[in-house]
């Protein structure tokens, strides 16, 4: 497509429900990113895939949180028993990781309500 | 661990005036890229200018200019001629060159630009 498109546009759960938040990265895009936005708060890095490499899982919170990248293109973020803190705008990047460019293109994020 | 911060909360600007929004950086690293985004209400982080470490001229696209200054790890934003349509959150982001080159950002800027 010509953009990342992120589903679903805002979501609300209940406490502990488990949730999934898709990313279609831009069709050709090697590297994705996970980011989230807390009310207030700059944008907090969660995880990074390129290609087939191991993705850097380093800032995300807790073992609640994990996520997947099929096939080098489409990635879920996950969050399981999700916590009210869990609230926030989650943004996902994809950027063309193979040549020698920094242009991050962001999806417009999903907003997820925790009550 | 690399850190971004913005000390201006919020800022206000009168149309047709220009303004200037502060960032400051701490790193160790001597080559990286430093971005602006403006975020407007629709979420998605939208590209304004970037700039590599390595240049010493200042970068400029239009009516938005970046005042670069290195030693000082300072990296200020100026919008000329401001517009409506600039009211949004602004976000300084910076990148290390290699690993992950994953963003890290501040905390953003309010900006409110009045009629």
């Known amino acids: 497509g010509a953009g990342v498109s992120q589903s679903p546009s805002n979501k609300v759960t209940e406490k502990g429900k488990d949730v999934e938040l898709r990313c279609d990265p831009i069709?050709?895009?090697?590297?994705l990113y996970w980011y989230r936005q807390s009310l207030g708060q700059g944008l907090e890095f969660l995880i990074y895939f390129q290609g087939n490499s191991a993705p850097d899982k380093s800032g995300l919170p807790s073992d609640r949180f994990s996520a997947e990248r099929t096939g080098g293109s489409v990635s879920t973020l996950t969050i399981q028993r999700t916590q009210q803190e869990d609230s926030a705008v989650y943004l996902c990047?994809?950027?063309?990781?193979?040549?020698?460019?920094?242009?991050?293109?962001f999806g417009s994020g999903t907003r997820l309500t925790v009550v | 661990a690399q850190t971004v911060t913005q000390s201006q909360p919020e800022m206000s600007v009168q149309e047709a005036e220009t303004v200037t929004l502060s960032c400051t950086y701490d790193t160790s690293e001597s080559d990286y890229y430093l971005f602006w985004y403006k975020q407007p209400p629709s979420r998605q982080m939208i590209l304004v200018i970037r700039?590599?470490?390595?240049?010493?001229q200042n970068a400029t696209e239009n009516r938005f200019s970046v005042n670069f200054q290195k030693a000082a790890k300072s990296f200020s934003l100026k919008i000329s001629d401001s517009q409506l349509g600039d009211a949004a959150m602004y976000f300084c982001a910076y990148r290390p060159q290699g690993g992950s080159e994953k963003l890290v950002f501040g905390k953003g800027t309010k900006l409110t630009v009045n009629p």
């Open positions: 069709s050709g895009h090697t590297a």
């Open positions: 990047a994809s950027r063309d990781g193979g040549a020698v460019t920094y242009g991050y293109t």
């Open positions: 700039q590599e470490a390595y240049k010493q």
